[in-house]
């Protein structure tokens, strides 16, 4: 229980260390606690968003307003006390007394520290030079019937998600035009027009050579990739290997190259583009072809064509299986920029057991892993829910029967026509026809 004591007097106040609190830094005047609380979405909307430490504390200054663009406040990690202090005057005296009464302990903050987005309010201008809401008109907030969802006419209102890159100020610094070395270099802000803001920097080209399922094979590469696998700080040894390996088999995965080579995705961007062409659909789809290399006039390259697996998303009681493309690397207004300081953590058991050799069993378990990237087992969990497969990486007894059933008597099949799609679809080629149990179409396993 809290005692009076005057200001200039110690004392010790008991509270329950157990009890904790959050503090939301509201950049207003409060007046009305509950309008307050019902610009942060609600107590219910504040729980979610503190329960995940990545997300930002979204406050609509507008909560009525579905097109309202919000503010965003940060998440700070605090170790401050919540206290109420009572000061009164004594008649007596005229001396000052305070009771202090601490409630519990704030753990985290949200601080509003960064600018609102531009708000563009759903209005139009009248013929008297008037502007009058359209609100009601493109918000519906109640059932209607089909037919008079699409038969009322409504003003057209599609703002963008956001207008600004940034809500925070970022300091720009007036200097002369950055000098290249480069003779032939053009800057990009010569043929820009003035109203877009841009940079120095130049174009970054690429030389790969793209063909879809139908169009003719290239026979050789674009002649500025050549030039650019023979420059001096291109790993020349590597890329006799890799073009070894195109020797031997005209068509690769890229993640199947990064396990046989050990050369990094990075550095193969360097050499693919002078040894190979890339598919982007048909059989053949996902897969860098060597140069010159026609599988659709070859039949023992059906043993190449891609199977496009995927998997569901995940239901309860199934293991859990990551994305191919993690949408979590996406720069988000609503996710907190990692800008600030955050504390270096040195794992020393790791670095304990870097100098030890792998034992077999830990090889075995990295070259199994590597290759689940690229090869299908009925037997082991793929590790992403989407997967390109070669089919003769498929170890299933019926497709490799298949693939095999007709060795010798090879019947081109280029297209099929009146399929249940009611299109015209590619269709895998050197493969048995429709009556199979397990025909190949657009390179996915039916």
């Not at 307003?65 to 919000?70: A, G, N, Q, T, V």
């Not at 059932?143 to 207008?163: A, E, H, N, Q």
């Not at 996710?335 to 304990?352: A, F, G, P």
Request: hydrophobic content about 35%.
């Amino acid at each position: 229980m809290s005692v009076w004591t005057e200001s200039n007097k110690r004392i010790d106040v008991e509270y329950n260390g157990s009890r904790t609190f959050l503090c939301v830094e509201h950049p207003a005047l409060i007046s009305n606690p509950e309008k307050a609380v019902k610009t942060l979405g609600g107590v219910d909307a504040v729980a979610v968003i503190f329960n995940d430490p990545v997300k930002r504390l979204p406050l609509r200054w507008r909560p009525e307003d579905i097109y309202s663009k919000p503010t965003y406040g940060d998440r700070f990690n605090v170790s401050n006390l919540l206290m109420k202090v009572v000061k009164r005057r004594r008649k007596s005296d005229g001396k000052e007394d305070y009771r202090i009464e601490v409630f519990g302990i704030i753990n985290v903050t949200y601080r509003f520290a960064s600018m609102t987005d531009f708000q563009y309010l759903p209005m139009r201008s009248t013929a008297t030079g008037e502007y009058e809401s359209i609100y009601e008109k493109v918000v519906i907030d109640h059932l209607v019937s089909r037919k008079k969802y699409f038969s009322t006419d409504v003003p057209l209102y599609i703002p963008p998600m956001t207008f600004s890159r940034v809500d925070r100020p970022v300091d720009f610094s007036f200097r002369a035009p950055i000098k290249h070395r480069t003779p032939h270099y053009k800057n990009p802000d010569d043929t820009r027009p003035d109203h877009y803001i841009g940079t120095v920097r130049q174009r970054r080209t690429i030389f790969t050579v793209f063909v879809n399922f139908g169009e003719s094979v290239p026979t050789q590469p674009v002649p500025e990739a050549v030039e650019k696998m023979k420059s001096e700080f291109v790993d020349q040894d590597a890329g006799v290997r890799i073009q070894q390996l195109f020797e031997e088999k005209p068509l690769w995965l890229k993640v199947e190259l990064e396990h046989v080579t050990g050369v990094s995705s990075i550095k193969l961007k360097v050499f693919l583009p002078a040894l190979c062409f890339y598919w982007l659909d048909g059989p053949w789809r996902g897969q860098w072809n060597r140069f010159g290399f026609d599988p659709t006039a070859q039949p023992s390259a059906k043993i190449y064509q891609t199977i496009d697996f995927r998997i569901r998303q995940v239901k309860p009681g199934q293991r859990n299986i990551k994305c191919k493309r993690n949408s979590s690397k996406l720069m988000l207004w609503n996710q907190i920029t990692r800008s600030q300081k955050q504390n270096v953590k040195i794992n020393v058991t790791s670095l304990q057991e870097s100098n030890e050799p792998m034992g077999p069993e830990e090889v075995e378990e990295n070259k199994r892993h590597m290759e689940s990237m690229y090869k299908f087992d009925p037997d082991i969990i793929p590790p992403q829910r989407m997967m390109y497969y070669p089919v003769c990486y498929v170890n299933v007894p019926e497709i490799q029967q298949l693939l095999h059933s007709n060795d010798g008597k090879y019947q081109y099949l280029g297209e099929i026509k009146n399929a249940p799609t009611v299109r015209t679809e590619p269709v895998a080629p050197w493969l048995p026809g429709r009556q199979t149990p397990y025909p190949l179409r657009h390179g996915n396993l039916c």
